[in-house]
């Protein structure tokens, strides 16, 4: 039994960690999970996964995002060439890799579930596959869309903004935040043995941890079952997200007391944390 907790990004201006070339071996005394966000913007070298790989233990897992180009330009479509290059790029990290992250635009409705199912139905069986969706109208009548992960094993990767999105923001983080984070109807089904959720918190701490209760019952039960939950954490500035993180993971083991806690970080504590 297994609770996985990270965050957005492995480096943050304002976590103090250690040198930039340190930051992810850091990291992950504070986390054993990180959204692979880079991957999105460009294909990482076969030597720049390796490095990563590097940095971490071989328990420590990344949720790693499909290249823009794949998912956005393509959209999913005769991109054959750019996902072997990918897959090529990302094996050095072997099991580190917990799911691959197929993020959909908000372009992407249910008219083209159809595509989506024949590109995963192509791809390799040695990972598993997480998919997010970004129009309003799949959580309507989710059923098309789980008809096609089923058969893959592929999960459906909720962005719980609904906390957020609940009072106007009150700082130049939470507006900038309130203009580019999708309002998406909240999802709590586990469709996998491995969950993965997305959760953006606010500015104030209370607040957050105000919203994410419904989550600790809910990857509490998900543990109870025998699953192996992921959960990222979010906030408009991310400079709390490592310390979330963590208490999040402590919120769920006092509910679930046989969960092995997260290590104590060797480091001391970046001043801007709680």
């Not at 930051?23 to 070298?45: D, I, M």
């Not at 595509?115 to 997480?130: D, H, K, N, V």
């Not at 984070?181 to 957050?208: C, F, N, Q, W």
Request: proline residues 10%; aromatic residues 10%; glycine residues 4%.
């Amino acid at each position: 039994m297994r609770l996985h907790v990270g965050c957005a990004m492995w480096t943050h201006k304002a976590w103090q960690f250690s040198e930039p070339q340190e930051r992810l071996r850091s990291y992950a005394q504070w986390c054993n999970a990180v959204e692979g966000n880079t991957t999105f913007y460009a294909t990482p070298s076969r030597e720049t996964a390796a490095s990563w790989a590097g940095q971490t233990d071989p328990d420590f897992r990344f949720v790693v995002k499909l290249p823009k180009t794949v998912t956005h330009t393509l959209r999913l479509a005769n991109c054959e060439t750019e996902m072997r290059a990918f897959l090529d790029a990302i094996e050095p990290l072997g099991p580190r890799v917990h799911a691959l992250w197929v993020q959909l635009p908000g372009s992407f409705t249910p008219a083209d579930v159809d595509t989506l199912g024949r590109f995963l139905r192509r791809l390799p069986s040695i990972y598993r596959y997480a998919v997010e969706v970004r129009d309003r109208t799949f959580f309507d009548t989710p059923a098309p869309l789980e008809n096609v992960l089923a058969p893959v094993r592929a999960e459906w990767v909720p962005f719980d903004t609904t906390a957020f999105f609940r009072t106007p923001p009150t700082s130049d983080a939470e507006r900038d935040a309130w203009t580019k984070k999708p309002r998406m109807p909240l999802r709590d089904v586990a469709l996998t043995d491995h969950p993965i959720v997305r959760y953006l918190g606010r500015d104030s701490v209370e607040r957050t941890v105000e919203g994410w209760q419904p989550w600790v019952t809910a990857i509490a039960q998900w543990l109870r079952e025998g699953r192996s939950p992921t959960m990222f954490m979010h906030t408009p500035d991310n400079v709390d997200a490592p310390a979330l993180a963590r208490r999040f993971h402590d919120e769920v083991r006092a509910r679930v007391p046989n969960l092995e806690p997260l290590p104590e970080p060797t480091l001391p504590e970046p001043t801007t944390l709680f």
